[in-house]
């Protein structure tokens, strides 16, 4: 088993591929770090790997849109599983806290702890890289650049955890995705679709959620993104929690389909929140 995650080694993709791989159940798995989160989706699609890590939200910077549209570009790709994984970020590096002019760190870690950096390193130039681990890979030697990354980053890279913990809302947490190739199950108590609609007349998306609505079904997120054709056409991302009961959610789809220009369900899949 091949599990492609967003590397190098030390990044929260990581921990949550370590989780996810034993919640699967696949001692065998080898894990294969990817440079962005397109690249580990496309290890994926490729048949590089056999299945992939994504992290699709976090809690404080909402939706990846790297993943969102990786799952609407890849209709061969199903979602498996999930994992809710808390995310403690620290300020690590070589030098003292006092002497750093400049942060690196993935964009959404540097979002989730805009207001400490703010408010205790006001003058530092912040610069985005590709993963936290990566940023961590980057300021080893020196003494006047910090990364934003977990503390097992810092041990991965040898760098002294400076400042602990960073993000601004304590219970800020990342949801991370596992896919896979092949079709798209319907297994577990969470759905996750997207579609496009036919009209972009009033009422047209109170209409589609309608289909929701009249069968008890709560929505538990909903997102839209650009459909990159044209201005103001959208995709809309949704999450639906299902109940025990069988075909509800086959009943709105139904229903929802001839709305649509585009449906696509990516899986109905378990989740498990890591306390
Ligand atoms: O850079 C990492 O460590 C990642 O796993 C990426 C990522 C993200 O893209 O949201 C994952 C969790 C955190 O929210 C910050 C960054």
Not at 32 to 61: F, M, T, W, Y
Not at 127 to 152: E, H, K, N, W, Y
Request: glycine residues 10%.
């Amino acid at each position: 088993m091949r599990v492609a995650f967003l590397g190098p080694v030390g990044t929260y993709g990581e921990q949550a591929a370590l989780q996810l791989i034993a919640l699967e159940g696949w001692g065998d798995a080898v894990l294969v770090p990817q440079l962005g989160i397109r690249a580990v989706v496309q290890a994926l699609a490729r048949g590089d790997c056999d299945a992939a890590v994504v992290p699709v939200e976090n809690s404080v910077e909402g939706g990846v849109t790297a993943c969102l549209d990786a799952l609407w570009e890849h209709p061969d790709l199903a979602v498996v599983r999930a994992l809710v994984l808390p995310v403690r970020h620290a300020l690590v590096g070589s030098g003292s806290l006092e002497g750093i002019s400049e942060v690196l760190s993935h964009p959404q870690a540097l979002a989730q702890c805009s207001q400490w950096l703010a408010e205790h390193l006001p003058r530092a130039l912040q610069l985005p890289t590709s993963s936290t681990a990566d940023a961590a890979r980057m300021v080893a030697g020196s003494r006047f650049r910090g990364a934003i990354a977990s503390r097992q980053a810092a041990v991965e890279h040898g760098l002294q955890v400076l400042a602990y913990p960073v993000n601004d809302v304590p219970g800020n947490c990342t949801r991370f995705l596992l896919l896979r190739r092949g079709p798209r199950a319907h297994e577990g108590p969470l759905a996750s679709l997207a579609f496009s609609l036919h009209s972009n007349q009033p009422g047209a998306l109170l209409e589609a959620l309608g289909c929701f609505a009249r069968r008890g079904l709560n929505m538990s997120r909903i997102e839209s993104r650009p459909s990159k054709r044209e201005m103001g056409e959208y995709i809309f991302f949704v999450d639906l929690e299902l109940p025990q009961a069988a075909g509800v959610l086959e009943g709105a789809l139904e229903e929802l389909g001839p709305l649509c220009e585009h449906l696509a369900l990516f899986g109905a899949y378990p989740i498990t929140n890591q306390p």
